[in-house]
């Protein structure tokens, strides 16, 4: 049988239909997190304009609302990394990364535990019980554990501790107009509800292909932070069709997903830092350019707000508040035609009044 090639200008739209930015969707917030498997959070609200850039008449009190009735939690699942998720699928993911956990607890250069020979099990009751009497900050909980641990250090004993624990943080932080420390508690006490027991990665990997595919095992391993995926793709292989990309590579994917055509279109959108539509393939070409992908990931970490022009990563925005006064900065990385401009503009009044900042200024810099 022939294998389609997949070129990267149809694979973004593809991605695009999947990711649900080739128009605003009438669904509800908590729907669109789990069709995502998870937005990453590491910033507390970027997630917001995520969902607004995604869903019609999306409104902050909606996620506020999820998070206060423990619908939705943030905690850390792929790649070892903060990610807002359904309760339901916080309990099912946590299990399925947990070799990510295991994996750093020793080695981490910075809070590992290093050639401590601290007992794992009484690590955790203790931090179990702890944490089911109040949220606690990592400063405090760590602060809390050496009592019962002494000589050890402190921010390893709370860093131990998040590895080895499903560790949520909880309201106020990440409640939308308000702030709050990230102080956390057990996703089991949090939810009321056991973690599941399912560690094979395969419904997990189905489910990725369902909003980020088709892809490759290493765009797999990429999204999800895990390694060995061959096996499982080998195990799920009679399920999937497989299509190539212009290299010669393997795309895994569902057989009834949507396949837009490369002239689909694509309107302007602006996307939040971290925006997992940049994170969740090893190779990024299908969305951003090697060397614009140089712009957006800092050095240390940061992923920077973006937007799309005709499908593509196109420049960087950012607002900022002084003396009352609200900007847009838009920075395209080219001279973008006058009716992409006038596109930008327009989106751009959208998004300011979102952020509650009707007739604010819009700069092009």
């Given amino acids: 049988m022939e294998i389609t090639t997949l070129n990267a200008r149809r694979l973004n739209r593809i991605l695009l239909e999947r990711q649900l930015l080739t128009r605003r969707h009438m669904m509800p917030a908590e729907a669109a997190i789990a069709h995502l498997v998870g937005m990453q959070a590491q910033a507390p609200h970027p997630p917001y304009t995520g969902l607004w850039t995604r869903l019609a008449d999306f409104d902050p009190a909606e996620l506020s609302d999820l998070l206060t009735t423990r619908r939705v939690v943030r905690l850390g699942l792929m790649r070892g990394t903060v990610h807002l998720v359904t309760a339901s699928d916080c309990l099912a993911l946590r299990p399925v990364v947990q070799s990510i956990y295991d994996a750093d607890l020793y080695r981490n250069a910075t809070h590992g535990l290093g050639d401590s020979k601290v007992d794992l099990d009484e690590l955790v009751a203790a931090g179990r019980e702890l944490m089911a009497e109040r949220p606690m900050t990592a400063k405090a909980l760590g602060l809390a554990l050496v009592e019962r641990f002494p000589d050890e250090d402190p921010k390893a004993l709370a860093h131990a501790l998040r590895s080895q624990a499903a560790l949520v943080q909880v309201p106020p932080r990440a409640l939308w107009g308000r702030s709050g420390q990230a102080a956390c508690t057990t996703a089991e006490h949090w939810l009321g509800r056991p973690l599941g027991t399912e560690t094979a990665p395969d419904a997990t ?64 959108r602006f996307l939040p830092e971290f925006d997992n539509l940049l994170l969740s393939h090893a190779n990024r070409a299908r969305v951003i350019s090697d060397e614009d992908r140089k712009r957006v990931f800092t050095v240390n970490g940061i992923i920077r707000a973006t937007f799309l022009i005709d ?5 960087m925005w950012r607002l900022t508040r002084s003396g009352g006064t609200t900007t847009l900065d838009i920075e395209p990385f080219r001279e973008p035609s006058e009716s992409d401009r006038s596109a930008l503009a327009e989106e751009g009044s959208r998004l300011l009044t979102f952020h509650g900042a009707d007739g604010a200024e819009i700069r092009f810099v």
Avoid: C, H, K
């Fill in 205 to 268: 990997l189905l489910r990725y292909l369902a909003a980020f595919g088709p892809a490759t095992v290493a765009d797999m391993q990429a999204w999800s932070g895990l390694g060995g995926l061959r096996a499982a793709i080998d195990r799920l292989r009679p399920e999937l069709t497989v299509y190539r990309d212009e290299n010669g590579r393997d795309l895994f994917d569902l057989p009834d997903a949507p396949l837009p055509e490369e002239d689909a279109p694509a309107p302007v």
């Fill in 311 to 315: 499908g593509f990563v196109a420049g």
